[in-house]
C-alpha cells in the first residue's frame, strides 16, 4: 500500500503572509488534487494535476498557486492569508487507468489558522 | 457542470437501526459515483463506487449504494448500523473521461449507543 503526507499537519500564519503546503505520494498516481475544506462544509477542489508539471485549475483557484515538478509531490501556495481564515487543506491522488480509477486517496490533512 | 446535492446535513440513528443517506447528482452524461467517509480529524476514505451494471454496490464495513437513473440518485444505506460508523459521509462524481471530481456538502452520521 501506498501513503500520502502532507506537511505540516498544523500552519498558523500571518494576515497577508505567503504560506506553502506540501504533499508527496507513493503511490506513483499521475493524478494530485488540492481540496479546501471549511468547517462543516463539503470539499471545493482549488488545483488539480493530470500529470507531473501540469496544473488545472479548480471553482476555488482565485487567491491560490499549486506548483507540480515532481509526480510524487504537489504543493499548494496561499498567496496572501486572510485574517481569521480557518479550514482545512486536504490532498488526494488518483490514477488515470485500472480497477482503482476513479478512487481518490486522501492525506489527513493541513489545518490552516491566520491570525 | 456536475453538481451533487446531499439534503441531510445531520442524521441520527441508534445503534442496530438501518440508515440511508441520501445522494442526487445533476448531470447528463456518463459519470462515476462514489461515497467516502471521513472520521473526525483525518482524511476521506473511500467506501465504494458506481459505474455501470448492478445498480446496487457493496462497498467496505456492509455499506450498499443504488444508482437510480430515473431519480439521478446513488443513495448509500446500512442495515445495521454501529457507534463507529458515526462520521461524514462525502458523495461525489466524476464525468467519464475527466478528472475533476466534486464532492457533496456531506452529511454527518451519529450513531447513538
Known amino acids: 500500500g501506498g501513503i500520502i503526507t502532507q506537511t505540516p499537519k498544523f500552519l498558523i500564519g500571518q494576515e497577508g503572509q505567503k504560506l506553502t503546503l506540501k504533499c508527496q505520494q507513493n503511490f506513483n498516481h499521475d493524478t494530485m488534487y488540492w481540496y479546501r475544506q471549511d468547517s462543516g462544509k463539503g470539499l471545493r477542489l482549488i488545483y488539480y494535476?493530470?500529470?507531473?508539471?501540469?496544473?488545472q485549475k479548480g471553482d476555488l483557484s482565485e487567491g491560490y498557486d499549486a506548483s507540480r515538478e515532481k509526480k510524487s509531490s504537489f504543493s499548494l501556495t496561499v498567496t496572501s492569508a486572510q485574517k481569521n481564515e480557518m479550514a482545512v487543506f486536504l490532498c488526494?491522488?488518483?490514477?488515470?487507468?485500472?480497477?482503482?480509477?476513479?478512487?481518490?486517496?486522501f492525506g489527513a490533512g493541513t489545518r490552516l489558522s491566520v491570525l | 457542470t456536475q453538481t451533487v446535492s446531499q439534503s441531510d446535513a445531520h442524521v441520527t440513528v441508534f445503534e442496530g437501526d438501518s440508515v440511508e443517506l441520501r445522494c442526487n447528482y445533476s448531470y447528463g452524461g456518463s459519470i462515476y459515483l462514489s461515497w467516502y467517509i471521513q472520521h473526525h480529524g483525518r482524511g476521506l476514505q473511500f467506501l465504494l463506487k458506481y459505474y455501470s451494471g448492478n445498480p446496487v454496490v457493496q462497498g467496505v464495513n456492509g455499506f450498499e449504494a443504488e444508482f437510480s437513473k430515473s431519480d439521478s440518485s446513488f443513495h448509500l444505506r446500512k442495515a445495521s448500523v454501529h457507534w463507529s460508523d458515526s462520521a461524514v459521509y462525502f458523495c461525489a462524481v466524476r464525468r467519464t473521461g475527466g478528472y475533476k471530481v466534486v464532492f457533496g456538502s456531506g452529511t454527518r452520521l451519529l450513531v447513538s449507543p
Open positions: 494535476s493530470i500529470t507531473e508539471n501540469d496544473l
Open positions: 488526494a491522488s488518483s490514477i488515470v487507468r485500472g480497477g482503482s480509477q476513479n478512487t481518490l486517496y
